[in-house]
């Protein structure tokens, strides 16, 4: 399967740019053409009902289906109760399914249907592109985000986030590496139909390997230095860290250069082969 990038040559007001957008006299800025490009995507998103629920509803439905499972897993010496393990959890699912599953939809969707061309003939540069139809799906994940934190502290008795900040960090930065993941994955997905299987093999590491569920502490050490090395991993320390502590200093800021190094991967992965014309 080809994966090579399709480059586009366009002219705006008298300048030409290659992949990098770069454009100059334009008559907008860039928050104002962000400000569109999102406000499209949302529309776009609330009215494809399917990526809704996606978003929405299945998050929740799995949480609960994982929490009863969570019940046969010895926790002992983690410091962690099961509603605890589920709550953090359920902030990754969120990322995983809102932003990663919806995103690698939308941008295959955008692109097959030639959206994207069109996008890179007006002043937007590419990385405003990606950007703007990020928006919506980071934005929902977010604010589910918060939602959940708050819902967890005042209705079930999980711990108030004891390093707010970190626990902001951990939040954005799965944000990003979910969305530049999502792009870099629209790049080897064909159809939207076809995204529910490129996006699964990261949704099973993530749901086994990356401490969604199942602390790190209860596997073997061998096998929970290999997880730690997985995409998600060093954003879920961050969030668990920031919420509910328990996590020494050292552990948190791998966890934060596992996260940097996989942002970083994700980046050049989009530069290098995503693409803005249809599979044909």
């Not at 209705?155 to 902001?168: E, H, I, N, S």
Request: hydrophobic share 50%; charged share 15%; glycine share 12%.
């Amino acid at each position: 399967m080809s994966t090579t990038p399709t480059h586009t040559t366009r002219t705006t007001g008298g300048t030409t740019g290659g992949t990098t957008g770069g454009t100059t006299g334009g008559t907008t800025t860039p928050v104002g053409r962000l400000k569109a490009l999102g406000r499209a995507e949302y529309t776009l998103l609330i009215r494809n009902r399917t990526a809704l629920f996606a978003a929405l509803v299945v998050p929740v439905a799995m949480i609960a289906a994982i929490k009863a499972s969570i019940q046969q897993v010895d926790l002992a010496g983690t410091g962690l109760s099961g509603i605890e393990v589920a709550m953090v959890g359920s902030i990754g699912m969120v990322l995983v399914m809102a932003v990663y599953a919806n995103l690698t939809a939308a941008y295959t969707s955008r692109r097959e249907d030639l959206v994207l061309k069109r996008l890179r003939t007006v002043e937007a540069a590419d990385h405003e592109i990606l950007a703007g139809t990020a928006l919506p799906a980071v934005g929902l994940a977010f604010v589910q985000s918060v939602v959940m934190i708050a819902g967890g502290v005042v209705l079930l008795d999980v711990r108030a986030p004891r390093q707010p900040l970190l626990l902001l960090v951990g939040l954005l930065a799965g944000l990003v590496l979910l969305a530049t993941l999502a792009a870099a994955t629209s790049a080897v997905t064909r159809t939207v139909e076809s995204a529910q299987l490129t996006t699964m093999p990261l949704f099973l590491l993530s749901v086994m390997g990356s401490g969604l569920f199942v602390p790190l502490d209860v596997f073997p050490d061998n096998l929970a230095r290999v997880c730690e090395l997985l995409p998600m991993t060093g954003v879920m320390t961050l969030i668990r860290a920031g919420w509910l502590g328990g996590i020494d200093s050292g552990d948190v800021l791998r966890g934060g250069l596992t996260a940097l190094v996989w942002i970083g991967l994700s980046l050049f992965a989009v530069r290098k082969w995503f693409r803005w014309e249809p599979r044909r």
